[in-house]
């Protein structure tokens, strides 16, 4: 896949914040492509940079640096272009949250929530009428329940009202941050299952982010591991679980629980904790864990570079 042929393109994206006049890299530099109907997973430890990365896609974070370019659009200029072409491009990017509980307005009926972005975007009342009907039975609710308030659903009914909310307005891309991981994990494959049958249905592109590497595998086409704002791995989903080469991406394969005990391979535990943003290391981010580390790692800051077809690695000593 090309740049040139994908639905959204990402180039050295920064977010940096300041604390007290300290910058904070949450995102530093950060690069990848997502063709239309396809998945990226976006994987790693909490703070990694994964949701702040998701949030400045739809304008939620300010990138600070880079370009964010939906076909052919460059995101980070969208305060700038006219009303109608902000409301057009913000029509096609959707998000799903990571709290169904948080997500919702509890003050405001499923009708109530479904209603607005329609109305926004111009749907007349009976167009909007029908189209919450339709949704709701996409998503696996009924019609019937349209007047009722968040707390009368359960935590999977409430992620399948973001998952509609979402759908309403005819998205090509939707976020998914952390779509499933509040939810007990029965809940979490039906939301997966839901999440790929629109996918199919609609062609519909997804960033999903996740910490939980076993529920990406099920739903990504390629992966990208984050390790302190940078993307330290990228491959199909094959590739990173058959054969991963960053020695984080090899960390974080081998802590996935095994639920045969007698099946259980050999953990690789890494040494000590993940450096703060505040202070992030010279060199490679991971050299202070890392277990191949040499000279050049503490002083100089590896490239993400192709090893094989779609398959790249910031790393010194493959």
Known sequence: ???????????????????????IRAVDGVSFDLARGETL??????????????????????ATGGDIIFDGVDLTALQSLPRSKQLELRRRIQVV????????NPRKTLTQTLDKPLQIHGFTAPERKDRIAYLLEKVGLSPRHADRYPHEFSGGQRQRIGIARA???GPELIICDEAVSALDVSIQAQIINLLL?????FNLSYLFISHDLAVVEHVADRIAVMYLGKIVEIAT????????????????????????PRSRGSRIVL????????????GCP????????SAVCQSVAPSLTAIAEGHSVSCHNL
């Open 1 to 23: 896949m090309t740049a040139s042929g994908a639905l959204l393109t990402v180039n050295d994206l920064k977010v940096h914040f300041n604390l007290k006049a300290l910058p």
């Open 286 to 293: 991971f050299h202070t864990r890392c277990v191949r580390k």
């Open 237 to 260: 989903y094959q590739a990173l679980f058959s054969d991963p080469k960053h020695p984080y991406t090899q960390a974080l394969l081998s802590a996935i629980p095994v639920p045969d």
């Open 167 to 169: 759908l309403s307005v």
């Open 97 to 104: 949250f990571q709290d169904p509980y948080s997500s919702l």
């Open 271 to 282: 040494q000590g904790d993940v450096s703060s943003p505040l202070n992030a290391p010279s």
């Open 197 to 201: 049958d629109l996918q199919e249905e």
């Open 41 to 62: 997973g976006i994987v790693g430890e909490s703070g990694c940079g994964k949701t702040t990365t998701g949030m400045s896609i739809v304008n939620l974070v300010q």
